[in-house]
Antibody, heavy 118, light 107 residues
Framework: EVQLVESGGGLGQPGGSLRLSCAAS????????MNWVRQAPGKGLEWVSY????????YYADSVKGRFTISRDNAKKSLFLQMNSLRAEDTAVYYC???????????WGQGTLVTVSS | DIQLTQSPSSVSASVGDRVTITCRAS??????LAWYQQKPGKAPKLLIY???SLQSGVPSRFSGSGSGTDFTLTISSLQSEDFATYSC?????????FGGGTKVEIK
C-alpha cells in the first residue's frame, strides 16, 4: 500500500524557518516525481513545488520562489520542503503528493499544518 | 500561468441526481487535466486523470470528458458518500494550477 506521511509542521514565526518531511513507503520512491501542494484554511488547493525522480529538475510557485527549497533523499525514501522567510500567507496544510499517470497526483499524504504567527 | 475556472462554485443535489461540473482553462491544455474529490479534513483523492481516464478503484458513476479548454466531470447517480468538494487541475505546464473547487451539498 502506498503511504506518504508528512511531519514537521507547527507554529512558525514570521521571518522564521520550518522544515517539512514526507516519508514514503509501499512503492519505489526513486522512480517517481513528487510535489508539494498546500491549502490555506477554507481555501482551494495551491501547487507549491515539483522535484523530478532523481532530483535534477525542480520548479516552484512564484509565491514561494527564493524562500522554499524542495529536496529528496531516495536512499531514505524521503521528500523535504525547507521553508525560510515565512509569511502569514504561508499558513496552510501542506500535502506531499506522488505523480502518477499523465502527471496527475495519484497519492497524497494526510497533510501537516503550518501556522505562521507571532 | 493557466487559469482554471470551475462552475458552479456550489451545487445542491439529491441522492440519485446526475451532477455535472465544468472546468474551463484560460488556454488550451490538450487532455492534461485531472479531477480530485476532497472531504472535510481529508486529503484530496484522484478521480480522473488525462481528462477522461478513471483512476483505479474509483466508481464508474464518475466520468470525465473534454479537451483543449473545456472539461466536464459528471457523477451519473449521486450517492451519499459523494457529497464533497471537487477540484480540477491542469498538468500541462508549470505552475500546475487548480480550479477554485465545486462543493456538492445535500439538497
Amino acid at each position: 500500500e502506498v503511504q506518504l506521511v508528512e511531519s514537521g509542521g507547527g507554529l512558525g514565526q514570521p521571518g522564521g524557518s520550518l522544515r517539512l518531511s514526507c516519508a514514503a513507503s509501499g512503492f519505489t520512491f526513486s522512480s517517481y516525481e513528487m510535489n508539494w501542494v498546500r491549502q490555506a484554511p477554507g481555501k482551494g488547493l495551491e501547487w507549491v513545488s515539483y522535484i523530478s525522480s532523481i532530483g535534477t529538475t525542480i520548479y516552484y510557485a512564484d509565491s514561494v520562489k527564493g524562500r522554499f527549497t524542495i529536496s529528496r533523499d531516495n536512499a531514505k525514501k524521503s521528500l523535504f520542503l525547507q521553508m525560510n522567510s515565512l509569511r502569514a500567507e504561508d499558513t496552510a496544510v501542506y500535502y506531499c503528493t506522488r505523480e502518477g499517470f499523465s502527471s496527475s497526483f495519484d497519492s497524497w499524504g494526510q497533510g501537516t499544518l503550518v501556522t505562521v504567527s507571532s | 500561468d493557466i487559469q482554471l475556472t470551475q462552475s458552479p462554485s456550489s451545487v445542491s443535489a439529491s441522492v440519485g441526481d446526475r451532477v455535472t461540473i465544468t472546468c474551463r482553462a484560460s488556454q488550451g491544455i490538450g487532455s492534461r487535466l485531472a479531477w480530485y474529490q476532497q472531504k472535510p479534513g481529508k486529503a484530496p483523492k484522484l478521480l480522473i486523470y488525462a481528462a477522461s481516464s478513471l483512476q483505479s478503484g474509483v466508481p464508474s458513476r464518475f466520468s470525465g470528458s473534454g479537451s483543449g479548454t473545456d472539461f466536464t466531470l459528471t457523477i451519473s447517480s449521486l450517492q451519499s458518500e459523494d457529497f464533497a468538494t471537487y477540484s480540477c487541475q491542469q498538468v500541462n505546464s508549470i505552475p500546475f494550477t487548480f480550479g477554485g473547487g465545486t462543493k456538492v451539498e445535500i439538497k
